[in-house]
């Protein structure tokens, strides 16, 4: 099962070190490269010791960010005042031109996830910053950051919806920033910024929501909360969004939704590896053979689940899925 799926991932790269989100035959646009399910896609196969194909992703992040400075110099220079001046979400994974249509483009969580796991790396001694335009980009996007200011910006967040300040965006900005300050110059203030409004804010993602699958993210693999905040985001996520095949993003989510929420594969996995990390190993097994009951007939996991219902939907396999399946199964 393990080989499959880094099998199945590997199969999702593209020549230039991108990944499709899913097949790159769907007709439902998963075949183009997200910022935030490349990082997420890579970490499967870290733990597996793909390491060429990782260090090809980032590398490749980083000529998308290379590609678009012009407009991140933009960005540093005056807070943007309009969605299409923030760094996109989604790009072509052959020629990393942005998609210009409207798609929640404000994701700042993509920004810190790509920060978080280059200085993982790093640390690690798994080395992707191999020049002087590797950590130029990396301090313009610091100071991206700040120019947007995160800690209160309010983006579309993991789930490209509603404009909101998100803990998990502001949870990945805080990661990141942490994880690259011995690489380049992050005043600690930026830091601490993020940390208040995120202790105000949590257990909630938002306003609007007070639970949310993102917030996993949190736990794993940005490790920013505290227990006693990781133990009641998982509390409210088992009670009210776990469900027989997948977990729900967040109550009254309208993707997909078919006389009921959704339920996300890639939520069991996820749940699996956090349970693990936090030492509870009865979790973690419940979750992993919860995982593998979803697994299509040829060991694919969905993007998710209709309600009431054996179907899943085209986006099979999701990368991010299989990824947090091979994260949960060997880390």
């Not at 012009?70 to 760094?87: C, N």
């Not at 052959?94 to 409207?102: A, C, L, N, P």
């Not at 080395?127 to 335009?133: A, L, P």
């Not at 060991?299 to 998710?304: A, I, T, V």
Request: glycine fraction near 6%; hydrophobic fraction near 35%.
């Amino acid at each position: 099962m393990i080989e499959e799926s880094i099998t199945i991932l590997k199969g999702l790269q593209y020549p230039s070190g991108l990944f499709a989100a899913s097949k790159k035959e769907v007709s439902t646009g998963y075949n183009k490269a997200w910022l935030r399910d490349c990082i997420y896609e890579i970490l499967g196969l870290e733990v597996t010791n793909n390491i060429n194909e990782v260090k090809k992703a980032v590398w490749a992040l980083f000529d998308v960010f290379l590609k678009h400075e012009y407009k991140i110099d933009y960005a540093i220079q005056k807070k943007p005042e309009h969605k299409h001046q923030y760094i996109h979400a989604r790009y072509d994974p052959i020629t990393f031109e942005e998609f210009s249509e409207d798609w929640g483009n404000k994701q700042n969580d993509a920004i810190g996830a790509f920060l978080f796991k280059v200085g993982n790396l790093e640390q690690k001694g798994i080395k992707v910053i191999m020049n002087e335009v590797h950590k130029r980009i990396l301090q313009k996007l610091v100071h991206y950051l700040s120019s947007i200011e995160y800690w209160q910006d309010k983006d579309n967040g993991m789930w490209e919806e509603n404009e909101e300040v998100h803990s998990s965006s502001v949870g990945a900005c805080v990661a990141g920033l942490k994880n690259i300050s011995d690489l380049v110059v992050v005043h600690p203030d930026l830091i601490k910024k993020g940390e208040d409004v995120l202790n105000e804010l949590l257990p909630k993602e938002s306003k609007t929501k007070d639970v949310d699958l993102a917030l996993l993210s949190l736990i794993y693999p940005y490790n920013i909360v505290s227990d006693s905040q990781a133990k009641q985001i998982l509390k409210n996520i088992e009670e009210k969004l776990v469900k027989d095949k997948g977990v729900c993003r967040y109550i009254g989510d309208y993707y997909y939704n078919n006389g009921g929420d959704a339920q996300w594969t890639m939520g069991l996995p996820w749940l699996a590896i956090v349970y693990k990390q936090l030492g509870n190993m009865i979790k973690y097994e419940y979750y992993m053979k919860k995982s593998l009951e979803v697994m299509n007939d040829k060991n694919e996991l969905p993007e998710l689940y209709y309600a009431n219902s054996l179907k899943h939907n085209e986006n099979t396999p999701l990368g991010w899925a299989q990824s947090m399946y091979l994260v949960a199964a060997v880390k």
